[in-house]
């Protein structure tokens, strides 16, 4: 289990403003932009990475619920994976006049411009799920988030127990199926996997391939088969998603291996089919990343718009889970 800690503080002071312009895949999931009993109703632009995984579409559905609960007038943009799409729905943001940005990036670099139209026109940036690197921390006022190097380090440390547990000897032999290139999970998963392997394990793990899956089932599989081709031996899989890890699987069975047994596999999220595979022996652990952000992003929002101080990095509480729990954590998970 994780536990929330290393909080840093930001003070905030904020205020709105801006002019107009238009998006693709875009809606807006209104509930009135007037006065509700005095109290101005506050609008925000969310700039939503895609729908690449079953992940990515629980974010969307506790984003939307928990703006309808809170009663925003929630403007919703699906930039499908590509931070051009991003930047120009952030920009949209801006010219409407929300109140408060807050977005999922796609990619961690190459957003200071549109960071400063935002601070510019004085509105806050909240950023969720993703960090980005700028070269001036006013950027943003917080990130509401997991601990993406915990994760790969809790991975880590899971497949010592998947392999005590199979009773492995001899050499581990990974294959990693990285996410999204350049996305602060992908960068972060696999920083602190490595730091793991390298002070505890470095005699007998090794990475033997590591390549991108994009975050996507079709993507694990495809890559899946290839490690197959070029790593035939390989006897571990760390997939930095559970939607890549399924991919993954389906290339294993093709090539006539048994997922969770020839091949043993550590993925990250915990999504219900991920829960689903683990109960049927495929994967081995799953390290879990809490997708359900919505309602502590809502509460983050209205004290920014406020000018309340917030922490600097609000980290979700998550935990780790062996194919042994998986039968019975099943009908209790929640995304
Ligand atoms: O940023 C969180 C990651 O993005 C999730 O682990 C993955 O499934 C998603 O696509």
């Known amino acids: 289990m994780l536990s929330r800690r290393n909080f840093l503080t930001a003070a905030v002071g904020v205020a709105a403003a801006g002019g107009l312009a238009a998006c693709a895949k875009e809606d807006d999931s209104s509930t009135g932009s007037s006065s509700t009993g005095g109290a101005k109703t506050i609008t925000l632009g969310f700039s939503q990475v895609g729908s690449e995984s079953g992940w990515r579409s629980a974010n969307t559905t ?11 007038n929630l403007k919703f943009s699906d930039a499908q994976q590509k931070q051009e799409n991003q930047i ?4 949209n943001y801006i010219a409407q006049k929300v109140d408060v940005i807050a977005f999922s990036p796609v990619v961690v670099t190459g957003w200071d411009a549109v960071l400063k139209e935002a601070k510019a026109a004085k509105i806050p ?3 969720t799920d993703r960090s980005v690197e700028t070269s001036d921390d006013s950027l943003y006022v917080t990130l509401v988030g997991s601990d993406f190097t915990d994760e790969g380090r809790r991975a880590a440390k899971i497949l010592e127990k998947v392999l005590t547990k199979a009773g492995h000897k ?7 199926l990285e996410g999204t290139t350049g996305a602060a999970p992908a960068i972060e998963r696999a920083k602190g996997f490595k730091e793991i392997m390298d002070a505890e394990h470095k ?9 991108t899956g994009d975050f996507t089932r079709a993507g694990g599989k495809q890559v899946m088969a290839a490690f197959l081709q070029s790593n035939p031996d390989v006897n571990v899989l760390f997939a930095h998603n559970d939607d890549m890890a399924i991919g993954a699987i389906q290339a294993i069975e093709a090539a006539g291996k048994k997922p969770g047994t020839d091949i043993l596999i550590v993925s990250i999220d915990g999504v219900k089919d991920g829960f689903v595979a683990m109960s049927e022996g495929k994967i081995n652990a799953i390290v879990e990343c809490n997708p359900l952000l919505g309602p502590q992003l ?10 309340e101080t917030v922490e600097r990095w609000i980290k979700t509480e998550e935990s780790d889970f062996m194919q042994d729990q998986a039968k ?8």
């Open 62 to 72: 506790s984003v939307k619920d928990a703006a309808k609960e809170a009663g925003y």
């Open 88 to 91: 120009s729905a952030i920009r």
């Open 125 to 127: 940036v909240v950023l």
């Open 170 to 176: 001899g050499a581990v032999k990974i294959a990693q």
């Open 203 to 211: 005699a007998d793990w090794k990475i033997v391939v590591s390549q």
């Open 298 to 307: 809502m509460d983050v929002v209205k004290k920014v718009k406020d000018g």
């Open 328 to 335: 019975a954590a099943l009908p209790s998970r929640k995304y």
